[in-house]
């Protein structure tokens, strides 16, 4: 294991064994109103930002405010989900710690990342699936192995060097045909050329995906 995966693991490992769930006495809830004063000042941090509804960028606004130097953010009311969406990324929403390849944490409310393997800003989507055609129906084949939930929760989310993303926490998948998929952990497809999409089946060693270029 190189020293980037170490520190990953590391990381991830740190984040597993942080409270999972909201606590049950908690009074607190958040609102994300639509006239969003970051909107109207302009100017968004990045073209990701950008792309958010206004409710979306609330959301993220607020759960960035709260973190401290002690670690993660409050818990937001907010079930973790990912939509499979039709020939584009993996849209996430829900309490997430993404773990990156060098062992980075970055904590966020919605998350848009790559499926086709082309992004040049892995593991973000920059719609590079646009440009290669990517082509998914979404349509999800496995079970689920638990009921779905409304309880806030951690989910945490590691990308694995030249390899897929993996996740610890329960995740409902689902899409536009109303299937769902809900897990407690498993890996993600992000080389484009899995055969049980969205779920990785190893092929990213077969087609020698490399999650940096040079």
């Not at 170490?6 to 639509?34: G, I, L, N, Q, W």
């Amino acid at each position: 294991m190189d020293d980037s995966s170490k520190k990953a693991a590391s990381a991830a490992d740190r984040e597993s064994k942080k409270p999972k769930t909201a606590s049950s006495d908690s009074s607190e809830s958040f609102v994300a109103y639509m006239n969003d004063p970051a909107e109207q000042a302009g100017g968004a941090e990045s073209q990701q930002e950008e792309n958010l509804t206004t409710s979306a960028k609330a959301v993220d606004r607020w759960f960035r405010e709260r973190r401290t130097l002690q670690g993660a953010p409050r818990l937001l009311e907010v079930p973790n989900e990912a939509l499979v969406s039709n020939g584009g990324p993996l849209q996430i929403t829900g309490n997430i710690a993404l773990i990156g390849e060098d062992g980075s944490v970055r904590y966020a409310n919605h998350l848009t990342l790559c499926r086709c393997g082309a992004s040049k800003s892995k593991p973000d989507c920059d719609e590079q699936h646009l440009e290669c055609e990517f082509l998914h129906s979404g349509k999800i084949t496995e079970v689920s192995e638990l009921k779905a939930s409304q309880r806030a929760c951690r989910i945490t989310i590691s990308c694995i060097k030249d390899g897929p993303i993996t996740f610890s926490g329960s995740l409902r998948l689902h899409n536009r045909y109303d299937q769902e998929c809900v897990k407690l952990r498993g890996s993600l497809c992000r080389c484009g050329h899995s055969a049980n999409k969205p779920f990785c089946d190893g092929s990213h060693e077969r087609v020698g995906f490399r999650t940096q270029s040079g």
